[in-house]
């Protein structure tokens, strides 16, 4: 599985869009990025996914260049409510690979009034 | 919306004692997981389990563990004796096709070896 780097730790303020960018440089050809968010004394929750260019949802949006060794989770406007801690994973189920999730420390967002 | 729900949400055990965690995934959902958390620690995957077998484990998973599908509904986590470390909490996951599709997770279990 490729190894994930993103920053410990980012602060913003409520209104501001947030992006926050993991690198992944080893990704191989079948993996797949994935975001998950993980409020304390909660269990993750999958925010989006994507394999290249830009996917967006009605939470984020998520940037990918054509190299894909890196990724940008984009979520606009935050709110008191969106800060947690986010992880950024890469991997695949495909060609027998189980490619189960393997988290990494994440980068934990502060949203501030 | 499906959930994942998880019992009990809070369990004190004493060292050397047997724990079950129960998990009921949601209902079409084909793989399911555990994972723990130790306090301020990362997630980390413990299990995966499909068609009735493991289909990956990790090192953290050794023969003091288990998992069974005893019905159609229910996944446990079986600790047979627990150590002062197992304390942490513990999330049951559960996906439609796969490890990377979305994994839906439980509230967890938490765990306090005593």
């Known amino acids: 599985l490729a190894k994930t780097t993103q920053p410990i730790s980012m602060d913003s303020y409520e209104g501001q869009e947030v992006n926050i960018t993991c690198s992944h440089n080893?990704?191989?050809?079948?993996?797949?990025i994935t975001w998950y968010q993980q409020f304390p004394s909660q269990g993750p929750r999958f925010i989006i996914q994507g394999y290249k260019t830009k996917v967006t949802n009605e939470v984020a949006s998520l940037f990918i260049p054509a190299d894909r060794k890196s990724s940008t989770l984009s979520l606009p406007r935050v709110s008191l409510s969106d800060t947690a801690v986010y992880y950024c994973?890469?991997?695949?189920?495909?060609?027998?690979?189980?490619?189960?999730?393997?988290f990494g420390k994440g980068t934990k967002l502060s949203v501030k009034p | 919306e499906p959930e994942v729900t998880q019992t009990p949400s809070h369990q004190v055990t004493q060292m050397g004692q047997e724990v079950i965690l129960r998990c009921v995934p949601i209902?079409?959902?084909?793989?399911f997981y555990w994972y723990r958390q130790i306090l301020g620690q990362k997630v980390e995957f413990l299990v995966s389990f499909y068609n009735n077998e493991i289909s990956e484990k990790s090192e953290i998973f050794d023969d003091q563990f288990s998992v069974e599908r005893p019905d159609g509904s229910n996944f446990t986590l079986k600790i047979r004796s627990t150590k002062l470390e197992d304390s942490a909490m513990y999330f049951c996951?559960?996906?439609?096709?796969?490890?990377?599709?979305?994994?839906?997770f439980g509230p967890g279990t938490r765990l306090t070896v005593t």
């Open positions: 080893n990704i191989a050809t079948n993996d797949y």
């Open positions: 994973l890469v991997g695949d189920d495909y060609g027998g690979s189980q490619g189960n999730l393997i």
């Open positions: 209902s079409n959902h084909l793989y």
């Open positions: 996951a559960s996906s439609e096709a796969g490890p990377s599709y979305e994994q839906y």
